[in-house]
């Protein structure tokens, strides 16, 4: 918290950690999104994956939790010096695993593909539920009571009263909302000075 009293504005990506840097009584902005013009959905696509989770592989994503679905669930992401275990327990039920960094396209031809996406971490995975959102994907949080940040947007999209994953994403979290509210930020550090 010291550290960011020496700033002019903190961004932040989602509501619980809005009202937690608020309750430090520093100047905050939610600014988080996703390109929405990229990641969409395409019907021409064919939806054979019935689970995708697109995450490193580390204890804190949490792969080993959802291995049981076997050769249902695609992973995709690095290997972390500490995911080992997550990597073995997914080989053991038959997960299909594909490891390393990928293109982008890839990553987006996989959430059209993908019937569910399915996030069993305990943080993290904002980007993950957004990108999905926005190719009209609602995504499963495994702990939502424990990755509060991530099922924060689950929770606004279930309140907002829009008809689609895709349609709220667009609307609330789309490339143009994310930099109208870097910009609004950057503004209001200069009018400080």
Request: with cysteine; proline share 6%; charged share 25%.
């Amino acid at each position: 918290p010291e550290n960011l009293k020496k700033v002019n504005i903190v961004f932040v990506e989602s509501d619980p950690i809005l009202s937690a840097v608020r309750a430090l009584g520093l100047p905050v902005i939610k600014a988080f999104g996703t390109d929405t013009d990229f990641f969409k959905p395409n019907p021409l696509v064919e939806k054979e994956i019935e689970y995708f989770y697109p995450a490193t592989l580390s204890p804190w994503k949490r792969q080993s939790d959802i291995a049981y679905l076997g050769d249902k669930l695609l992973c995709v992401g690095t290997l972390q010096p500490d995911g080992v275990e997550e990597l073995e327990a997914c080989k053991a039920n038959g997960v299909r695993i594909e490891q390393g960094y990928f293109a982008v396209q890839k990553i987006l031809k996989y959430y059209q593909s993908a019937k569910n996406v399915i996030i069993p971490a305990v943080h993290g995975s904002e980007r993950t539920v957004l990108e999905a959102m926005s190719c009209n994907i609602l995504p499963t949080i495994l702990y939502p009571t424990i990755n509060k940040r991530a099922y924060s947007y689950i929770k606004e999209f279930e309140s907002s009263g829009l008809k689609s994953p895709r349609e709220f994403v667009v609307k609330r979290y789309g490339h143009k909302q994310f930099a109208k509210q870097l910009l609004k930020g950057i503004n209001q550090c200069l009018k400080s000075q």
